[in-house]
T-cell receptor, first 115, second 112 residues
Framework: EADIYQTPRYLVIGTGKKITLECSQT?????MYWYQQDPGMELHLIHY???????EKGDLSSESTVSRIRTEHFPLTLESARPSHTSQYLC??????????????FGPGTRLTVL | GNSVTQMEGPVTLSEEAFLTINCTYT??????LFWYVQYPGEGLQLLLK?????DKGSNKGFEATYRKETTSFHLEKGSVQVSDSAVYFC???????????FGTGTSLTVIP
């Protein structure tokens, strides 16, 4: 079944730790995205990728980094977690179409708490 | 620029009440329009979509019509249920672009 997966779903970690949030999709989509969702619900785009070896920063500045070595995998890394990184992180993917809309599919999210 | 403005919440309704969540947009091209729903503890799910003017998207009793003349895509449901309690996001995408533009979300709570 085609889907998009995120692990872990919940993570509680201490300040200064390095963490990687995993995102994988089985739909063969070329585009992938990371959003940060604050408690007020608003979504902020922090990273996106057009395809393998392509990564771009989004509208909201983030200390995280991403990589896209394989089409299906788009992990996000924080080298040194801080309490200000506490948030919900949502991964999404979409397919490039010559015409028509490019609907985004979302994973279930990772809720990160940094103590 | 491109942006989406949606009705601020939270919205609280009694079961079987009529729901309207307003959404207006600004776009430099010809956007496709979407409504997404987020249930507690989950990611966003596509609720409905419309790709051109006058199209009506519908799903699970929800409807929205793409109105180019008023640049609107209001979400409606005739009779809400407790299970409709969630956060609703209006969004647009330009066919030539790589990004979505999301509204700020509207929280809906339906009480029995």
């Amino acid at each position: 079944e085609a889907d998009i997966y995120q692990t872990p779903r919940y993570l509680v970690i201490g300040t200064g730790k390095k963490i990687t949030l995993e995102c994988s999709q089985t739909m063969g989509h070329d585009k992938m995205y990371w959003y940060q969702q604050d408690p007020g619900m608003e979504l902020h785009l922090i990273h996106y990728s057009y395809g393998v070896n392509s990564t771009e920063k989004g509208d909201l500045s983030s200390e995280s980094t991403v990589s896209r070595i394989r089409t299906e995998h788009f992990p996000l890394t924080l080298e040194s977690a801080r309490p200000s990184h506490t948030s919900q992180y949502l991964c999404a993917s979409s397919e490039t179409r010559v015409q028509g809309y490019n609907e985004q599919f979302f994973g279930p999210g990772t809720r990160l708490t940094v103590l | 620029g491109n942006s989406v403005t949606q009705m601020e919440g939270p919205v609280t309704l009694s079961e079987e009440a009529f729901l309207t969540i307003n959404c207006t947009y600004t776009a430099t091209g010809y956007p496709s329009l979407f409504w997404y729903v987020q249930y507690p503890g989950e990611g966003l799910q596509l609720l409905l979509k419309a790709t051109k003017a006058d199209d009506k998207g519908s799903n699970k009793g929800f409807e929205a019509t793409y109105r180019k003349e008023t640049t609107s895509f209001h979400l409606e449901k005739g009779s809400v249920q407790v299970s409709d309690s969630a956060v609703y996001f209006c969004a647009l995408s330009l066919n030539t672009g790589n990004q979505f533009y999301f509204g700020t979300g509207t929280s809906l709570t339906v009480i029995p």
